[in-house]
């Protein structure tokens, strides 16, 4: 296996999403053999073709042609890691990796990708670093970290039933401030 070979199996959702001075479509596909096809699926899969079919840039480039600024200066946090899912939908890697990948969204754009997110991870080793426990509520294995120590693992049921750091984590979180906690998540369809 070479490092080449290697990274061709691997997406990564980074929490600062890296976007280059270029198009969208250079951005989700690459410099070559992009097809247009497969892009307008991955940004229907990452909730982003409403934004980018509005997109104009300064040079009157528009859509897919427009360019994004300078690590994608000209749009939005939560625009820029919706491309980024589009590129990781688009590349359709067996081995996802996500940083902390739906943090710069807001609670309506998290929504609407969630469903897209549970089927994008089905029959793929997925890897998700998060703060935000809805994220990952739904994986087969949760590894809880403390102090650089793993400090439980098992799945979310498992983990609140338990009532260590993951389920005090996921009650803060699930009942917000008032303290009333609500139960875990629906599954996804």
């Known amino acids: 296996m070479t490092q080449d070979s290697l990274r061709e199996q691997i997406s990564m959702v980074a929490q600062e999403a ?10 989700i596909a690459g410099p070559d053999g ?3 096809t497969r892009i307008g699926a991955a940004l229907r899969r990452a909730s982003a073709d409403g ?3 509005a997109l104009r840039d300064t040079a009157g480039r528009a859509g897919l042609d427009a360019h ?3 690590r994608g200066v000209r749009l939005s946090g939560g625009q820029r890691q919706r491309i980024a899912l589009a590129r990781a939908f688009y590349r359709d890697a ?4 996500m940083d902390e990948a739906t943090s710069a969204l807001d609670s309506e754009a998290e929504a609407a990708i969630h469903d897209t997110l549970s089927e994008v991870m089905t029959g ?7 703060h935000r426990l809805s994220t ?9 970290l403390d102090a650089g120590r793993i400090a439980e693992e098992g799945t979310h049921d498992g983990l609140v039933e338990r009532g260590g750091l993951y389920a005090q984590l996921w009650s803060r979180q699930s009942g917000g401030f008032l303290g009333t906690a609500v139960g875990p998540p629906a599954p996804p369809r």
């Open 68 to 70: 994004v600024g300078e």
């Open 18 to 27: 890296t976007l280059l001075h270029r198009s969208i479509r250079e951005n």
């Open 136 to 144: 990952i509520a739904h994986l087969d294995r949760i590894v809880v």
């Open 34 to 36: 992009a097809d247009d």
């Open 94 to 97: 067996p081995i996802l990796v």
């Open 51 to 53: 934004f980018v079919a």
């Open 124 to 130: 793929r080793t997925v890897i998700a670093i998060a």
